[in-house]
Nanobody, 129 residues
Framework: QVQLVESGGGLVQAGGSLRLSCAAS????????MGWFRQAPGKEREFVAA????????IYADSVKGRFTISRDNAKNGVYLQMNSLKPEDTAVYYC??????????????????????WGQGTQVTVSS
């Protein structure tokens, strides 16, 4: 059974940092793109960042560009999201996702939640002002 498990969420003051981790089990995703999405109360799930299978290509939402960094460690079957200069509007549940298709990298494709086949349960990030 494939599982994605996020960790690292919590409560932080505005301007602070958090590092989210996503550990995959049940299969490897070394040839698959992975991404982070978030959902705030009353809002739709939105794209945050994605990374290609090799890590050579990364994509970010405009709202987090320059503050967040996505990375992966294929040896550990994991993906990470370093979040700096956090703002109250970053408050949301953050989800890790994996694409079952191989070698995808197109920006428009990776920004679309429905193109991902596996999802974690989410981790809460709360940024206080």
């Amino acid at each position: 059974q494939v599982q994605l498990v996020e960790s690292g969420g919590g409560l932080v003051q505005a301007g602070g940092s958090l590092r989210l981790s996503c550990a995959a089990s049940g299969r490897t995703f070394n040839n698959n793109a992975m991404g982070w999405f978030r959902q705030a109360p009353g809002k739709e799930r939105e794209f945050v960042a994605a990374i290609s299978w090799s890590g050579g290509s990364t994509i970010y939402a405009d709202s987090v560009k320059g503050r967040f960094t996505i990375s992966r460690d294929n040896a550990k079957n994991g993906v990470y999201l370093q979040m700096n200069s956090l703002k109250p509007e970053d408050t949301a549940v953050y989800y890790c996702a994996a694409d079952a298709s191989y070698y995808t990298y197109a920006s428009r494709y990776l920004r679309t939640p429905s193109n991902y086949d596996y999802w974690g349960q989410g981790t809460q990030v709360t940024v206080s002002s």
